[in-house]
């Protein structure tokens, strides 16, 4: 099994879900998550807080990283699968999709 990387974005929303429409959200995300754990296949998630600065030569610190596009990475989630085909059918059903957001799967390089 390899493991894969599940980068959730989305844009940044300015207005706070009511904290019933926060708890079904986490539900959902618990559901999902759980699904994969049920299956062997998860293996780490986190979710990412708003505040982001970029680092680049020569010291240059910037807001970030998606400022501009008013784009943010939610979080992630680190699951194990066979290949890239099943890393993908996994991703189907993340919540994050269903808001209009996207999610990158990547390979995890074992060095």
């Known amino acids: 099994m390899k493991e894969f990387m599940m980068i959730f974005r989305s844009e940044e929303r300015v207005e706070r879900p009511t904290p019933e429409a926060m708890q ?3 539900k959902v995300w618990q559901d ?3 699904g994969i754990a049920a299956q062997d296949k998860f293996v780490a998630t986190n979710a990412l807080g708003t505040e ?3 680092v680049r030569a020569n010291n240059m610190i910037t807001d970030g990283p998606y ?3 008013k784009e943010m990475v939610g979080g992630y989630i680190i699951v ?3 290949d890239m085909e099943e890393a993908l059918r996994l991703s189907e059903a993340c919540p994050t999709i269903e808001y209009g957001g996207s999610v990158e799967v990547r390979d995890v390089m074992v060095f």
């Open 32 to 34: 999902w998550i759980g």
């Open 80 to 82: 194990k699968a066979k």
């Open 67 to 69: 400022m501009e596009l």
């Open 52 to 54: 982001a600065k970029v």
């Open 24 to 26: 079904a959200q986490v």
